[in-house]
């Protein structure tokens, strides 16, 4: 990567990780406000993703409005605005999106409902489990902290190590830059990280930590390989260019919304079971 391009990645960079730390660490309810942002561009984009698509032909507006509302309602529920029962609504808004097609007169009317769907599902669903983690937080640093920094130090280190040592492709058929030993240190390196925070910063939790790196890991990069497999299969670079040097929503967070439902549920496991 030329210097000038890791110069706008790495100031890009810094300028995201504020954003996104600063906003759980401030509280959770500016972590909504700041991830609502995030979750409706992400929508946007992965619906985008489809536009010149000869098959798919979604109602991006549709999709968006409802994952909006279901997002919000999750969230009520989580803060405890509103009543456990209010998480019925979530059955016949996926309904309506549902019934849209009746009218639309479209050729593969199952392909653009799992469409519209899965986007809600891959999008809105793991933006609101960082808010419900962090709403349930009682450690000295969040857990949806630790989450973020354990997946961009396997993202960080993968790449630095796959460009010093990278020989061995990982899954050339969908991403040719990655390597095994670039995925192998970043796997080390962020289990050596999990170990710090445990050991360090949140201290006397040294196996939840570790054992989060060990999930967070693969699960990071089969992430980043999945939104691979969609750009790839669509013959699209990027996501998106609202980030310099980074692209999209999707593509800086293609990591996480793999990871985050795993983390959450181990989380959920091993502090509230």
């Known amino acids: 990567m030329p210097l000038g391009n890791l110069a706008t990645r790495s100031i890009t960079g810094v300028i995201f990780g504020t954003v996104v730390i600063g906003s759980i660490l401030w509280n959770p309810y500016a972590q909504a406000l700041v991830f609502s942002v995030f979750m409706v561009l992400g929508l946007i984009e992965f619906y985008r993703l489809f536009k010149n698509d000869p098959i798919v032909k979604v109602s991006s507006e549709i999709g968006i409005f409802i994952g909006l509302f279901i997002f919000a309602l999750l ?14 609504f979530i059955f ?3 309904f309506t999106l549902i ?6 007169r ?3 009317p199952i392909i653009n409902i799992s469409v519209l769907v899965f986007g809600i599902i891959y999008v809105v669903v793991p933006f609101y489990l960082t808010i419900d983690l ?7 640093m969040p857990a949806v902290v630790g989450m973020f920094l354990l997946i961009w130090t396997n ?3 993968a790449y630095f190590s796959g460009r010093l040592f990278g020989k061995t492709k990982l899954f050339e058929r969908i991403s040719p830059k990655k390597t095994w030993e670039g995925t192998v240190g970043g796997i080390i390196f962020t289990l050596i990280f999990g170990y710090i925070i445990g050991a360090f910063i949140n201290q006397g939790e040294e ?5 989060s790196a060990v999930i967070i890991a693969p699960c990071a990069i089969y992430g980043d390989l999945l939104e691979s497999l969609f750009k790839r299969s669509l013959n699209i670079k990027d996501s998106g260019n609202i980030l310099p040097g980074h692209g999209g929503i999707l593509d800086r967070f293609d990591a996480a919304l793999f990871a985050i439902p795993f983390f959450y549920c181990w989380s959920m496991i091993y502090h509230y079971w």
């Open 75 to 88: 969230i009520g529920i989580s803060a405890k605005v509103l009543p456990i029962i209010s998480i019925t």
């Open 92 to 94: 016949p808004l996926f």
């Open 99 to 104: 019934l849209n097609e009746l009218w639309k």
């Open 106 to 108: 479209k050729e593969h």
């Open 134 to 140: 962090n709403l349930r937080n009682t450690s000295y």
């Open 155 to 157: 993202d960080s280190f």
């Open 207 to 211: 196996i939840f930590w570790v054992v």
